[in-house]
């Protein structure tokens, strides 16, 4: 319950900010991501609010997930069911759950600038169309500031055994390898448009490459060195 509640403020805490950012026609990348941080605290705010009454997260997913096994369990194919590898990927799930709502609001706040600033744009406004794809770049401060925020998680991760440490960790890197996939994803863009290929090219081949663990990361590591040298230039 809590969680759901979280991903639907995560949709309403971001209009203000970035109906604002537009208005005063901040860079549209900024505006996305002053409206991620939005999303993100009104879910943390949310998530707080249902544990001071006494339903937390850790409960909800716990007592879920252990209905789950009991319904699986009683049924046949239960029996075919490998419950070692599934704990896993639940506990892998619940720990990078912070970064599953930077994820949310990043989605959110995309899609909600491009319908906000249509509708103004409609209005007869002067609105900053979104930066293409290709044009992405994340600038020398913030690429050093990732840097070091996943140097810190590692190092703390290991002289730590502590469970919140390492969801903290687990956290980081996945939003770590996410930012730094986009940075991958808008050099791709950037190498087709050279060639005068169209955007569904690009599209296309970032779709095939993610299918595969090695393209997920190719990409990644694309965007790492394209955001520490400045490969397009």
Known sequence: MAVNVAFAVEILFPVLAISSGIKFRVRPYKVVTVGTLYAVFGAFVTVIAFSLFGNSIADSFDGAWQEAIDVLSSADYGKKVDWEMMN?????????????????????????????SAVQRKRGDDVLGMTPVREFDLERGAVLGWCLLGIAAALMNLMSDSEVITSVYQS??????????YQGMSLLAF?????????AVWIVVTILLLLTNFGTVFIYFAGLIDGIFGLKG
């Open 191 to 199: 190498a087709c448009a050279r060639r005068g290929w169209s955007n």
């Open 172 to 181: 980081t890197y996945a939003l770590f390898r996410m930012v730094f996939a």
């Open 88 to 116: 896993v990927i639940y506990d892998s799930f619940v720990k990078t759950l912070p970064a599953s709502f930077f994820l949310w609001g990043a989605v959110v706040s995309y899609i909600e600038y491009l319908i906000i």
